[in-house]
C-alpha cells in the first residue's frame, strides 16, 4: 500500500515538479491547489510526465472545514508538504494583510489538523528570505535571522516560529524547513515549468520572454552593487533537485530519523552566480541573444546571498546535481514548449 502525502499547492511551480518526484519514489499523491496561481492542466501534465493521476482537490488552505473534509476523505495520509502560499515579493508590499492571512492562517490550518488526523510530520517551503542580507557568506542555518525586507519575507519567518511553537507546545508532528535559494528551470519534459501570471517578477521566466520575444527586453535592476560585475548575486538552483529534495525530507519524516522535531536545511547549489553571469550562461547555452538594459536598482532586493548546503549533503545525503547551462536550456524549452502549445 503506497503511503499517502498531501501537497498543498501542487499545481505550482515547485509543487507540481515535487509531485511528480514523490510518484518517482512510489508515494501516493493527495494535491489540494486553490488554482489562483495555476491551473488545472498542470495535474494533465503531472500524469503525462509520471503515467499517474495524482488525486486533486480544488481548494483553499484558508477554509479549515473543507481541509477537514479532505484530510477525512484520504483516511491515512502520513504527511505533508506545505507549498501553498502568496509569493510575490512586490505584491506583499502593496497588500500585507492579504499574504498575512493567507500565508500564516493557511498554515495553522494545517498545523491544527494534522493531529486531528494521525499525520506525522510537515515539510514546509521556506525561503533565503528569511536571512535577509547575511553578514557571512555562504550563508548556514546559523546564520541570524533578519528583520524581514517584506511583508512577503516576514510570513516565511513567522511561519517557521510558528511550526517550531507548535511542536514546543507537544503537538505530536514534526517538521523540516527547507529553505530554498532560487528555484529555476523547467522538467526535462519540457511539460511541467514556471508559468507567472502576468508580467514576471522573476528573473528567468523575464529572460526566456524576452527571449521568445514576449517582452521587448529585460531589465536588469543595478550593476552599481558591491559585486565583481556591479550585479546581485544568487543561488540559482535547479527546480527538479529542489523537488527532489522534499522527498528526502519526506524519508527522513516518515522513517523517524530526524535528530529533532524541528530540522531546517539550505537547499541550494552552494554557489553564487550574478545577473549578468546568468544572462551569459543562458545566450552561451541557447545560443539565443538577449536583449537587456542596466535600469536603476529594485527596491528590497538583497545584494548578495548563496547557501552552504553542507548540512544538506551531509544529513539529507542530498545534493544539487544539475549544472547551470542544463538547467537554463530546460526554462528556454519550455518557453519553446509553451509557444508551441499556444499558451505564450
Ligand atoms: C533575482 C535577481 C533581481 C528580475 C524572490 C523571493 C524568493 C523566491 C524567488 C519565492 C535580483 C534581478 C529580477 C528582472 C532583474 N520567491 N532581476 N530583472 O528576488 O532573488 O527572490 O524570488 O519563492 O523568496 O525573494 O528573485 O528572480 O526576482 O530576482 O535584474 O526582471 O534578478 O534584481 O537581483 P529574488 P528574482
Not at 65 to 93: N, P, Q, T
Not at 298 to 324: F, H, M, Q, Y
Request: aromatic share 8%.
Amino acid at each position: 500500500m503506497k503511503e499517502k502525502i498531501l501537497v498543498t499547492g501542487g499545481t505550482g511551480y515547485i509543487g507540481s515538479h515535487t509531485v511528480v518526484e514523490l510518484q518517482n519514489a512510489g508515494y501516493e499523491v493527495i494535491i489540494i491547489d486553490n488554482l489562483s496561481n495555476s491551473s488545472a492542466d498542470v495535474v494533465d501534465n503531472i500524469e503525462q510526465v509520471s503515467g499517474i493521476r495524482p488525486a486533486f482537490e480544488k481548494l483553499d488552505c484558508l477554509d479549515q472545514e473543507g481541509l477537514a473534509a479532505v484530510f477525512a476523505k484520504y483516511g491515512d495520509i502520513k504527511a505533508v508538504i506545505h507549498f501553498a502560499a502568496s509569493k510575490a515579493v512586490g505584491e506583499s508590499v502593496e497588500k500585507p494583510l492579504l499574504y498575512y492571512r493567507n500565508n500564516l492562517v493557511s498554515l495553522i490550518n494545517i498545523l491544527e489538523l494534522m493531529p486531528r488526523y494521525n499525520v506525522k510530520g510537515i515539510v514546509f517551503s521556506s525561503s533565503c528570505t528569511v536571512y535577509g542580507q547575511p553578514d557571512q557568506l555562504p550563508v548556514t542555518e546559523e546564520a541570524p535571522i533578519k528583520k524581514a525586507e517584506s511583508p512577503y519575507g516576514n510570513t516565511k519567518q513567522i511561519n517557521e516560529e510558528i511550526i517550531r511553537d507548535t511542536v514546543a507546545s507537544g503537538s505530536p508532528i514534526s517538521a523540516i524547513l527547507l529553505r530554498y535559494f532560487n528555484p529555476i528551470g523547467a522538467h526535462p519534459t519540457a511539460l511541467l515549468g514556471e508559468l507567472p501570471n502576468g508580467v514576471p517578477q522573476n528573473l528567468v521566466p523575464y529572460i526566456t520572454q524576452t527571449a521568445i520575444g514576449i517582452r521587448e527586453k529585460l531589465s536588469v535592476f543595478g550593476d552599481d552593487y558591491d559585486t565583481p560585475d556591479g550585479s546581485c548575486i544568487r543561488d540559482f538552483i535547479n527546480v527538479v533537485d529542489l523537488a527532489k529534495a522534499h522527498v528526502v525530507a519526506i524519508k527522513r519524516v516518515l522513517e523517524d530519523k530526524q535528530k529533532e522535531k524541528v530540522e531546517v536545511f539550505n537547499i541550494g547549489t552552494g554557489r553564487g552566480l550574478s545577473v549578468l553571469e546568468l544572462i551569459h550562461a543562458f545566450e552561451q547555452s541557447t545560443g539565443v541573444k538577449l536583449n537587456y538594459q542596466i535600469v536603476g536598482r529594485r527596491s528590497g532586493d538583497i545584494e548578495k546571498v548563496w547557501a552552504n548546503p553542507e548540512l544538506a549533503n551531509k544529513e539529507l545525503g542530498w545534493k544539487a546535481e544539475t549544472s547551470i547551462e542544463d538547467t537554463l536550456r530546460s526554462a528556454w524549452n519550455w518557453q519553446l514548449k509553451l509557444r508551441e502549445r499556444g499558451i505564450q
